[in-house]
């Protein structure tokens, strides 16, 4: 069965900080990968989704950045966090064309 | 332009009554919609599904319906349980896309 990791569950980093969290899943190949992140009441807002190695497409110009290394590796980065980065970070994998998408357990990032 | 839109974004129902839950969007070449569930700092999970060459689909307690003329679809839960209370999110889709757009979510508690 496919599951799928993503860590740390929670951070708290300081502003101007960098940032990695990496997302991995298990039992699939070539899945589509996802970065979503929830701010605070807010609906879930599409960051960054990947169809396939080194391809990243990015949903909202902002601070961050995706890469994905791996088949099934996901990472998110920053090289300076600002405080609106806070928020609940959720990785997600699906496969193939409006495949449903699964959700990993999220982190908590908190900027200080 | 909020393209998937959860006007309600919180609901009570007692326990033991029906919950419906609404969900309205502009596009009219969305064809798969996705019903989930999200507890607290938990990622969200996949509830039910809809293509739209059906209007009703049923899985146990939960049952989706969409109506393609007036782009709106609803989830019903029936018998509402306490441990439904969570966030619930839409999202659509149209054909040959890798993504999803997600409602801003409504907040259902369910009162013993």
């Known amino acids: 069965s496919q599951t799928i990791h993503q860590w740390p569950a929670t951070l708290v980093q300081p502003v101007g900080s960098p940032l990695s969290l990496e997302c991995t899943v298990e039992?699939?190949?070539?899945?589509?990968l996802y970065w979503y992140r929830q701010a605070a009441g807010r609906g879930l807002q599409l960051l960054f989704y990947?169809?396939?190695?080194?391809?990243i497409s990015s949903e909202v110009p902002q601070n961050l950045s995706a890469s994905r290394p791996q088949d099934r590796q996901f990472i998110l980065s920053s090289k300076k966090l600002l405080l609106s980065d806070s928020g609940f970070y959720l990785c997600?994998?699906?496969?193939?064309?409006?495949?449903?998408?699964?959700f990993g357990p999220g982190t908590r990032l908190t900027v200080l | 332009d909020q393209q998937v839109k959860q006007n309600s974004p919180s609901l009570s129902v007692q326990e033991g009554r029906i919950s419906i839950l609404n969900c309205d969007y502009t596009?009219?070449?969305?064809?798969?919609f996705l019903w989930y569930k999200k507890y607290p700092a938990e990622g969200p999970t996949f509830l039910i599904s809809i293509s739209s060459i059906k209007d009703k689909n049923e899985d146990g307690r939960f049952t989706v319906f969409l109506n393609k003329s007036a782009k709106h679809l609803s989830l019903h839960i029936v018998p509402s349980q306490p441990g439904d209370s969570a966030v619930y999110f839409c999202?659509?889709?149209?054909?040959?896309?890798?993504?999803?757009?997600f409602g801003t979510g409504t907040r259902l508690k369910v009162l013993a």
């Open positions: 999202a659509a889709s149209y054909s040959g896309t890798y993504k999803y757009i």
């Open positions: 039992g699939t190949s070539n899945p589509n």
């Open positions: 997600a994998w699906s496969v193939g064309i409006e495949g449903v998408e699964y």
């Open positions: 596009n009219s070449m969305f064809d798969y």
């Open positions: 990947s169809v396939g190695i080194g391809q």
